[in-house]
Nanobody
Framework: VQLVESGGGLVQAGGSLRLSCAAS????????MGWYRQAPGKQRELVAA????????NYAGSVKGRFTISGDNAKNTMYLQMNSLKPEDTAVYYC?????????WGQGTQVTVSS
């Protein structure tokens, strides 16, 4: 599976961005997908995830109510709508796909929120 993120950029606090993750390859094998982020000097953390069957979602507490994860199976694309962005949301955002017990990662996209 190959994952390609897009949609990052620079935005002012309070603004919005939408990230996309296009999946290719053996996408039928994907059990779940998610967005992770890593800020400088910090560990990578889960932001949001969605299951392939049923579309169940879960969110980190810090983004709940502001971010929305969704998927378009026909396009093999996952999205992360980010609203009310804060400077602490600044990080490299990575797309993740889980197949059985194996993780696949995209190259990451930078999100910078200015105050």
């Amino acid at each position: 599976v190959q994952l390609v993120e897009s949609g990052g950029g620079l935005v002012q606090a309070g603004g919005s961005l939408r990230l996309s993750c296009a999946a290719s390859g053996s996408t039928f094998s994907i059990n779940a997908m998610g967005w992770y982020r890593q800020a400088p000097g910090k560990q990578r953390e889960l932001v949001a995830a969605i299951t392939s069957v049923g579309g169940s979602t879960n969110y980190a507490g810090s983004v709940k109510g502001r971010f929305t994860i969704s998927g378009d199976n026909a396009k093999n694309t996952m999205y992360l709508q980010m609203n009310s962005l804060k400077p602490e949301d600044t990080a490299v955002y990575y797309c993740n796909a889980l197949i059985a017990t194996e993780d696949y990662w995209g190259q990451g996209t930078q999100v910078t929120v200015s105050s």
